[in-house]
């Protein structure tokens, strides 16, 4: 009785992200093998020293994963927008520019900038913290952008139809876990950020997991944008009404139908 539960939550939550349709999980399936290489050769290149580029590091700047996520970021914002505008959904408006806005502050360094600039002020005017105040720095603006977004959506959910919420909400829990890699884990990690062996693994864990994040989070939007637009509430496409004869209009006999009456009618 619990499998089968699990076995109909997994089927619920396969539906609401779109998988049931075989591409969109063969796309998802390519972008996961795509990051698990990546996560690969970064623990070979920190363990063993090959490849031996420090592009293929996953925290390095401008490193080949990092354009990966970039790629990734930017596919999810496009396909947000599209799927706002097929959907007559506005609310997803919010997660395009908050899509955006991530591309920016991963290019820009937006976030590790002014993590840098508080910890400067949290050990000028509050304590020495070991090593963490830039860490708490960054948690912090990241806190303050999580509110701005946090209250767009719920000023955007306000006015969205029923439907639009629904995919919102959808949008908002994958969101969710690209924020539990990029800050949950990140603020965990930073304790270890000088170990030989733990901090490549949660090097691995962290821009892993925001890469699969963002990988599901692009598929989810394709699905939104280009999958199947009308689904019945159980999740199967619904089907188009057949067109209406006319009244004028007789249905065509069968040819077994039509071929007996041909035979017996007279000449």
């Not at 090593?131 to 306000?158: C, D, K, M, N, P």
């Amino acid at each position: 009785m619990e499998t089968h539960g699990h076995g109909s939550r997994v089927a619920r939550w396969r539906t609401v992200l779109g998988l049931d349709e075989p591409l969109l999980r063969g796309v998802l399936l390519l972008l996961w093998l795509t990051t698990a290489a990546y996560v690969a050769m970064h623990l070979s290149h920190k363990l063993v020293g090959a490849p031996w580029h420090p592009f293929f590091n996953l925290g390095a700047e401008r490193g080949y994963a990092e354009v990966f996520f970039q790629t990734l970021t930017g596919w999810a914002g496009i396909m947000l927008v599209i799927a706002a505008v097929r959907r007559r959904a506005p609310i997803l408006i919010v997660f395009a520019v908050f899509s955006g806005y991530l591309l920016a502050d991963d290019y820009f360094q937006f976030h590790e900038r002014m993590g840098t600039a508080f910890g400067v002020w949290f050990d000028r005017n509050v304590v020495y913290l070991q090593g963490l105040s830039t860490h708490l720095g960054e948690a912090l603006y990241l806190a303050a952008v999580g509110a701005v977004v946090v209250a767009a959506f719920a000023v955007a959910y306000r006015f969205a139809r029923r439907e639009a919420r629904r995919m919102a909400l959808t949008v908002a829990v994958l969101y969710g876990a690209l924020a539990f890699f990029g800050v949950a884990v990140d603020i965990v990690h930073a304790p270890f950020i000088d170990a030989p062996v733990i901090d490549p693994i949660f090097i691995a864990l962290e821009d892993g997991g925001e890469i699969a994040a963002m990988s599901l989070i692009v598929v989810c939007a394709l699905g939104l944008a280009y999958g199947s637009r009308d689904r019945a509430p159980g999740g199967t496409p619904v089907e188009a009404d057949a067109p209406v004869a006319s009244s004028g209009d007789a249905p065509a006999a069968p040819p077994s139908e039509r071929s007996a009456r041909e035979v017996g009618s007279p000449v």
